[in-house]
């Protein structure tokens, strides 16, 4: 399979040689932070997270409104893209994510929640999202929130979503982005690059996850370049939004057509 040229290949935390490396050290990174991970991302974000994730969900509302849709959340981390889907839908939603530590908290959460809601059975499982204990060709749409940028191959997290992915089921992608250029863009850079890592550090006691952050993110591609990427996988109709001054972006992309499937 021909390679495809691409500004980053997948994540490097500092010191990682190797893309197992990379898997390893963001993996203890998120079990290190997972009891503070909630409340920090509640204050970093200025609670916009949780907006982010809403607006993901209602963006998404005409899949997940299917009888019929199974949707698994991949770097689902302690839930919370998970719970904002169930939330009033049909769809199955099912949290997968490789640190443990995460998923505790996310079972703990969900258990938690009133029983009327979708998620409180909602099952999480442990599992790394370059390689999905899943069959071929199973979803509807496979959802992930400010994970993808941490996987170690970009290329590789795309080909395996679309294995899973039926002919016309969507990938969604949620993911932090380099703002936008001017004033506002600015003050938003310094924020992250120089106030979140102290104030992150500070609270977690692992100054080094919150300095990733900032460099991971600008690392990672441009919204633009994404969608190219995708688009190279062979997915189709990639699109972006950019939300808050460019410092989000939601991608979505759909899973090609099989040569030798009739369109229902
Ligand atoms: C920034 S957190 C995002 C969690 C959650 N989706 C949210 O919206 O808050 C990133 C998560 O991705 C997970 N992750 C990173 N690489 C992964 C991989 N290769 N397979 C599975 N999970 C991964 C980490 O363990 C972590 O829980």
New binding site residues.
């Given amino acids: 399979m021909a390679e495809i040229a691409a500004p980053a290949k997948g994540?490097r935390p500092e010191g990682a040689q190797t893309e197992a490396d990379a898997?390893r050290k963001?993996?203890e990174m998120?079990?290190q932070i997972?009891p503070r991970?909630?409340l920090l991302?509640h204050i970093l974000s200025g609670q916009l997270?949780r907006l982010w994730?809403a607006r993901t969900a209602r963006r998404l509302r005409p899949i997940l409104d299917r009888l019929d849709a199974v949707v698994p959340?991949?770097?689902?981390?302690?839930?919370?893209?998970?719970f904002a889907l169930a939330k009033g839908s049909h769809a199955r939603i099912v949290g997968?994510?490789?640190?443990h530590a995460?998923l505790v908290r996310a079972r703990q959460k969900s258990g938690s929640m009133s029983p009327g809601l979708a998620s409180s059975a909602m099952p999480f499982l442990e599992?790394?999202?370059?390689r999905l204990p899943f069959a071929s060709n199973s979803f509807d749409l496979v959802t992930?929130?400010?994970?993808f940028r941490?996987?170690?191959n970009y290329e590789s997290?795309l080909r395996e979503i679309q294995r899973v992915l039926k002919a016309r089921g969507t990938l969604a992608i949620?993911e932090f982005t380099e703002p936008t250029d001017g004033w506002l863009g600015n003050f938003y850079r310094f924020y992250f690059r120089n106030v979140l890592p102290q104030i992150g550090g500070f609270i977690s006691g692992d100054s080094a996850a919150y300095n990733y952050l900032p460099r991971s993110v600008s690392r990672f591609f441009r919204p633009s370049e994404l969608a190219t990427l995708m688009a190279e996988v062979g997915y189709t109709t990639p699109k972006f939004e950019s939300w808050t001054f460019g410092t989000v972006a939601l991608h979505t992309a759909s899973k090609a057509q099989g040569e030798n499937e009739s369109t229902r």
């Fill in positions: 994540t898997s963001v993996r998120f079990t997972a991970y909630d991302n997270d994730r959340d991949l770097c689902c981390g302690t839930g919370d893209l998970a997968a994510d490789f640190s995460m599992a790394d999202a370059l992930t929130a400010f994970g941490n996987l170690a997290g949620l």
